[in-house]
């Protein structure tokens, strides 16, 4: 049988270097609620969100309904949150999380990923990089995102979105503009987050991250050894790798001592050589974090045989990719974007979130003709 993945839980596993209180999260998120002044700005669908969120939170019921839970990562995001913030960090929280299970959208997607650029200077195996019809310049889909594009975006994301992630088919930190675009987003959202295979990581882009919005910072490695970590992550370097986040590491506590940001070592599953106590125990000491994501085939998935699957992809209600290009995608693991459902350009967000193109995508997916669709049938994500 075909395995599916569920793409909403992805950790295989989640260790941090630090136990996080559930009973002091939810103390707080109780004081938090129970001031009408961190509530009085809210809008009416959001008081209902709050309502339905301390029903899931405090009230031990019985539902029909997916539950908001407090997870690992989610307890240690409330830490970092001021009480006053607590409520409209929520009711983000719970859009992305409970909008993907109970197929219901609004006007904004609950997550928005941003491509600083599609150009990456590795090719890991798991990775759609391989594909030499994609990765070369020659082919129309490598670029780097232009600053005034990307004002563009967050302009429009300010206020509407709260989770925002500067990756996807790239490396983030090759754009030029990189540092620039961190300045602009200071303190704009709630957790704007960084992937980064960290092989760029010099000091000055340290400091740009840490002086900049950024909650969540993830270093992609999936390897506690040179000689796994090279064949995985191939063109890598661990020993400069671990070099540059024990930099990062001494920097943050050095120069900002008071910085709430949270650091990750993300690694992809992909074979029983991976240990993630030799995991833990390698990247530990220098991050909040560590954890494995499921390996998901999408290295190719526009040859991959047919997955059969019609349960409808979750992401078509969570989240929305914008390309370096300013071209508008639902997914990445169509990374050639036969699925695009416009530019930036040409509509905005919101109107492109409840475009009529957006809309029969997910009509089709609810209505079991996901293996009509490409690259959506042979895809295993859920």
Known sequence: MKKIYK?????????????????NSLKKIKQSFNSKKNIASLKKDELNIIKKIKEDLFENKKKATPKLNLTTNVIKEIETIDSADLPRYLVHRYRYEIYPQVKE????????QIEPTSICNYRCVFCYQTDNKFNKRSTGFMGHMKLETFKKIIDQAEGNIEFISLASRGEPLLCPEFKEMLTYTRSKFFNLKINTNASLLDEKMAHAILESGVKTLVFSADAASENLYSQLRVNGNLKKVLKNIRKFQNIREKKYPKSKIITRVSGVKVNSEQNFDEMEKFWGDLVDQVAFVDYIPWENVYVSNLSKIKTPCSDL???????????????DVDYKSELSVGNIFNNNISELWKSKEYNLLRKKHLSKLRGKISPCNKCVLV
């Open 317 to 331: 209600w969570r989240r929305m990719f914008v390309w370096y290009d300013g071209k508008v995608n639902p997914c």
């Open 7 to 23: 793409k909403f839980d992805s950790f295989v596993g989640i260790r941090s270097k630090k136990n996080y209180d559930l009973n």
């Open 105 to 112: 959208i609004d006007n904004y997607p609950p997550y928005l």
